[in-house]
């Protein structure tokens, strides 16, 4: 039987209160198994951290095919309970409820989607876009609102301030999309600077993700935090400033503050994972707004009297639209999806009518 956990030890890699709680409602018979953190989730294996050294590790596949069935998955920054068999090797035989989960979509056009977990059990979501070509609102509005959907705390942080002419005016760009309690600071990613800024996250046992684009400069980024080069770095495209993906796995690292970094490689798409009623963190202007339309059920697409579509930009708006049937749209059943698809085609067909009906009466 081992010991019981060595709990100032593993709150060094990020165990908390919330997750020993969540461990005690496990059945007790797991309780007798070693608590270790996963720090990097290959294809045919796990790589684990007791608080102070790693361990190659394999999922039983009871627990994987459990978690399957619930659209679930051991993720980087998971708890899970170990044992080492008579030939010494590692064996996960159960995952701890996580306090938080990123997760994305994957959607095949038709009637599947399927779940894919990120990383699970962080405090603060490190949104990381750069200040040259990667620069895009309506692609941090995506990130936002991943990450408001999961519940965790959310920091933009825009690099490459040495390529911008117009730090200043960037910063008021990302700054109008964003939800008045996410911040947003603009730095070089290299040298001390980023350690400096981004102080107030970096506590001991506090864990972060960092998310973005590929080229974005996530592991320049990880490798100032962590004081040392842990992630690879790629050069950019100088044409688009698009780079490689470097990073291939999502790995957890240490940083001399005694927090836990979770690198992650860029995401080509980002379907959103939770409830279209959860964009209202994301969007609470289109929210407050919509309390002035005239009509209670308001769309905010072609209805006369829309507060919303005389004060919010187009393309922000575009964007809200679009997210709020992405996320509809992937917790729909087939039958659902049809009959909304149905709804949307007779809705756009009476406002060309309406719209060519003006016309003609104008010529």
Not at 19 to 48: D, K, S, Y
Not at 147 to 157: K, T
Request: aromatic share 4%; glycine share 8%.
């Amino acid at each position: 039987m081992n010991e019981s956990p060595d709990f100032p030890r593993l709150a060094r890699i990020g165990l908390t209160p919330a997750v020993i709680q969540n461990l005690a409602a496990l059945p007790p018979a797991v309780h007798a198994l070693a608590l270790m953190r996963v720090t990097e989730v290959q294809r045919e294996g796990l790589t684990l951290h007791d608080g102070l050294q790693e361990h190659g590790a394999r999922l039983l596949p009871a627990l994987r095919a459990r978690l399957a069935l619930q659209a679930d998955a051991v993720a980087v920054g998971d708890w899970v309970l170990a044992e080492r068999n008579a030939l010494a090797e590692w064996w996960v035989a159960e995952r701890v409820p996580p306090l938080n989960q990123l997760a994305r979509r994957l959607h095949d056009g038709r009637d599947k989607v399927e779940r894919l977990v990120i990383v699970s059990n962080v405090d603060t979501a490190l949104l990381v876009m750069g200040l040259d070509h990667d620069f895009n609102p309506r692609r941090l509005e995506r990130y936002i609102a991943l990450v408001a959907m999961a519940g965790i705390d959310a920091v933009v942080v825009l690099t490459k301030q040495d390529l911008c002419a117009d730090t200043v005016g960037r910063l008021r760009q990302a700054r109008a999309v964003l939800p008045a309690a996410v911040p947003a600071l603009a730095l070089n990613a290299l040298g001390d600077e980023p350690r400096a800024a981004l102080a107030p996250w970096l506590g001991e046992g506090r864990s972060l993700v960092l998310m973005g684009s590929s080229g974005a400069g996530k592991s320049t980024l990880t490798n100032a935090l962590i004081g040392a080069d842990v992630a690879v770095v790629g050069a950019n495209r100088a044409d688009d400033s698009r780079g490689r993906h470097t990073t291939t796995a999502r790995s957890l690292h240490l940083t001399a503050d005694g927090a836990c970094i979770i690198d992650t490689p860029g995401l080509r798409t980002l379907r959103l994972d939770g409830e279209a009623g959860a964009l209202d963190a994301v969007f609470a202007d289109i929210g407050a707004l919509a309390l002035r339309c005239r009509f209670r059920d308001c769309r905010h697409e072609a209805e006369p009297g829309c507060a919303v579509r005389e004060a919010v930009a187009d393309e922000r708006l575009r964007n809200y639209h679009k997210l709020q049937r992405e996320a509809l749209r992937d917790t729909q059943s087939a039958l659902e999806r049809k009959t909304q698809v149905a709804q949307w085609k007779v809705r756009t067909r009476s406002a060309r009518e309406r719209s060519d009906a003006k016309r003609g009466r104008g010529s």
